[in-house]
């Protein structure tokens, strides 16, 4: 498996929590928007129509959520050559990835210290996340929940 955050950034160097702090879209593109645009988007929405500790931990599943995301698009690619998938690539197959997400990089990884109500929280999240994604046009993937 390869090293978790192996290009570790401070908040100042992390394209999106700069930009959130800054109040500043990550880009203006009214076209194409790349996955960090999304997950700005994302958080920037509900910035606002949350408390601080659910914030947080949204701010959390974005983080680690990009990190898998990168890791499984870049898993056959050189160390030196790595670089964030994240921010050239169209949203579309994120949805695609959250079984992975949770199942192979949450568990084997202790949901990185998240307690046990988080770690069921995650699971609504990433439910929100694909149907904001799917609602906004950025995925044609519709989640179906099974009952």
């Given at each position: 498996m390869p090293k978790l955050f192996s290009h570790p950034?401070?908040?100042e160097e992390n394209p999106i929590l700069k930009n959130l702090v800054d109040n500043v879209p990550i880009s203006d593109k009214k076209t194409q928007k790349s996955c960090d645009d999304v997950f700005y988007e994302y958080l920037q929405s509900f910035k606002d129509k949350t408390n601080e500790k659910y914030f947080i931990l949204l701010i959390k599943f974005v983080l680690l959520f990009r990190e898998c995301y990168d890791i499984s698009k870049t898993k056959d690619v050189k160390e030196e050559e790595k670089k964030?998938?994240?921010?050239?690539?169209?949203?579309?197959g994120l949805p695609d990835l959250c079984n992975e997400f949770y199942g192979e990089f949450m568990d084997p990884n202790g949901f990185f210290g998240l307690d046990e109500n988080e770690k069921n929280e995650i699971i609504e999240i990433i439910q929100h996340f694909c149907i904001w994604l799917f609602k906004k046009e950025y995925t044609k993937s519709k989640l179906s929940l099974a009952n």
């Open positions: 950034k401070t908040w964030a998938w994240t921010d050239h690539t169209s949203p579309e």
